[in-house]
């Protein structure tokens, strides 16, 4: 099936350093959405994004939708060792009812 | 949370038994999904619902079941555990409107020996 183009797949980074990872995908997207995934947990959403170009924050993290709706990116500022997780990207299509998932970004942080 | 359980959250069951999975809501979503997560293949979809009664197949439906008798629950069933089936399982719901999004329930890890 369709899948985002989600980038990088893994991250090593030191604590207190800023982190960017991005979705980018060939079909135009209404919706695009950021989730974390922690181990043993259901992904839990961070940022829902509906129009192209807006801009969202909540707290550290901050994403946007891209001008072309064909892509999105996720940015987390000063990172702490809870960021470390599981970071997936999704889209949806315009009515469509359902999600088209990236593979996500595994966040390390070392101390 | 949107109020989402799974239960159980935990099965190991052998090759060739029935297995049915239970999701729950309690804010009266029309929408609920069923969702496998594997290492290497993220998340997919499995089965949806878009109502009572009203099911269509995701992109790795083979070999699973579905029914939704009741808006508050979805059952996935699988009729007869194959090994490729274990993994872990998520159930979301759907929220409509302007905030049109997708919130995930905690999962059930299933092991099939």
């Known amino acids: 099936g369709q899948q985002l183009n989600q980038s990088p797949q893994s991250m090593f980074i030191q604590e207190g350093e800023d982190v960017s990872m991005n979705c980018t995908s060939s079909s135009i997207f209404n919706t695009w959405l950021w989730y974390k995934q922690d181990p043993g947990e259901g992904p839990v959403l961070l940022i829902a994004?509906?129009?192209?170009?807006e801009l969202t924050s909540n707290g550290r993290l901050t994403a946007q939708f891209g001008i072309t709706r064909k892509d999105s990116f996720l940015n987390i500022s000063a990172s702490i060792p809870s960021d470390v997780g599981i970071y997936f990207c999704?889209?949806?299509?315009?009515?469509?009812?359902?999600?088209?998932f990236g593979q996500g970004t595994r966040l390390t942080i070392n101390p | 949370d949107a109020g989402i359980t799974q239960s159980p959250r935990h099965k190991v069951t052998e090759t060739g038994t029935p297995v049915t999975l239970r999701c729950h809501q309690t804010?009266?979503?029309?929408?609920m999904y069923w969702y496998r997560q594997d290492p290497g293949h993220g998340l997919r979809l499995i089965h949806y619902?878009?109502?009572?009664?009203?099911?269509d197949k995701g992109e790795v439906s083979d070999g699973y079941s579905v029914s939704r008798s009741k808006t508050e629950d979805f059952l996935l069933t699988l009729e007869s555990a194959t090994s490729s089936q274990t993994s872990v399982y998520f159930c979301?719901?759907?929220?409509?409107?302007?905030?049109?999004?997708?919130?995930f329930g905690p999962g059930t890890r299933l092991t099939v020996l």
């Open positions: 994004l509906y129009k192209a170009g």
């Open positions: 999704a889209g949806q299509l315009s009515g469509a009812q359902k999600l088209v």
């Open positions: 804010e009266n979503h029309r929408y």
């Open positions: 979301a719901i759907r929220t409509s409107g302007s905030t049109d999004t997708q919130y």
């Open positions: 619902s878009y109502g009572v009664k009203d099911t």
